[in-house]
Every structure is written in structure tokens, then in C-alpha cells.
């Protein structure tokens, strides 16, 4: 027996072939109390079923743990706390749509991260570029980190904190309107760019 189909069916196949499905968890908290506990029952899902992208629609807390990996995680709905963390790379995670807390971990860089729905803080981190970062809802804060590139950053929904950075010393000595108006030739700002104390 024979089966036709038509070119538009064939096409249909092949881009299902192509884009691996995301597996959806709805919160940590769905899976036990303990954050740890939790995470390492969503790797291990994961892991069974061949380690495919997965994303979580509530908010993930990993915040002073010892977390190296992020694993295949794409996308996380709610906020994300990994401040005091050892985890140097964001990996595959390209969005986050609340808070993202990395205040004082090991990062040095966020990967395939391209948009933050809310406040991004990266304070005490050694990030010196943004990568592909394109969107911050919120505030930008990047106190006291070594960075140096804000890359393909297009739109800051609040503030941009840069004192104690390179970029801060920079701009030392330059009215704030200056430095405000520079920034705004690459950057949609909508609050304020603070750069000395």
C-alpha cells in the first residue's frame, strides 16, 4: 500500500522532525517543598526523556545553592533567584519573565538570554559583555561588575545602575542628561543611566 500526501503535509513532517517539543513543568513547588529536592527531580525527567529543552511557568528559586547547570531549561515564566550561586553560564535559558537575581554569583555569562520581563541584577557578578541580551522590563543594575559591552541590549523598561563598572568610569564626569542622551542613541531608556555615587 502506498500513501500520498501533499507538499504542504511534507513540510508539516519535517519541521516536526526539526523543532524538539519543550517539555512544561508548572513550578518547583508542584514536585516538592525543598527547591533542591524539586529541581532534581526536573533533571532527572528530563534527562529520561532524552534531555529535551523544558521550561517552567512559575518561578524558579535556586538562590545560595551549589547549581552549576541550568541543563536544557529554556524559559522560566515567573521569577528567578540565583544570587550566590557557583553557576558560571545561563546556557540554553532565553527568557525569564519576572525578576532575574544573579547578585554575587560565578556568572560570567548569560548565554542565549535574550529577554528579562523585569529587574535584572547583576551585581558583584564577572559578566563583561551581555551576549545576546536584547530586553530588560525593569531596572539593569550592574553595580561593581567588570562590565564593559552592552552588545545587542535595545530597551531598558527602568533604570541602568553602571557605578563602579567600566563603563561607569567612562562617563565620570559628564552631566547626567549627557550621558543619558548617549545612551539613548543605542538604547531605549526609560529611566534614568546611574553612573557615579
Request: a negative charge; charged letters at 25%; proline letters at 4%.
Amino acid at each position: 500500500m502506498k500513501i500520498v500526501i501533499s507538499e504542504t503535509q511534507y513540510q508539516r513532517l519535517i519541521e516536526t522532525k526539526e523543532k524538539p517539543k519543550i517539555l512544561r513543568f508548572p513550578s518547583l513547588r508542584f514536585f516538592d517543598r525543598e527547591e533542591i529536592v524539586a529541581w532534581e527531580l526536573i533533571l532527572k525527567i528530563v534527562e529520561k526523556k532524552g534531555n529535551v529543552p523544558f521550561a517552567i511557568d512559575g518561578d524558579l528559586d535556586l538562590g545560595n545553592l551549589n547549581i552549576f547547570s541550568l541543563g536544557t531549561l529554556v524559559s522560566v515564566g515567573g521569577d528567578v533567584n540565583l544570587q550566590e550561586t557557583p553557576l558560571e553560564s545561563l546556557g540554553n535559558l532565553q527568557s525569564v519573565g519576572g525578576e532575574l537575581n544573579l547578585n554575587g554569583a560565578s556568572i560570567k555569562s548569560l548565554g542565549d538570554l535574550k529577554t528579562v520581563g523585569d529587574d535584572l541584577d547583576l551585581r558583584y557578578t564577572r559578566i563583561t559583555t551581555l551576549d545576546n541580551l536584547e530586553s530588560v522590563g525593569g531596572d539593569l543594575t550592574l553595580t561593581l561588575s567588570p562590565i564593559k559591552k552592552l552588545n545587542d541590549l535595545k530597551y531598558v523598561g527602568g533604570n541602568i545602575d553602571i557605578r563602579g563598572t567600566p563603563l561607569g568610569e567612562f562617563f565620570k564626569g559628564q552631566f547626567p542628561y549627557e550621558v543619558l542622551k548617549e545612551f539613548r542613541k543605542y538604547i531605549d531608556v526609560q529611566g534614568f543611566v546611574v553612573y557615579q555615587s
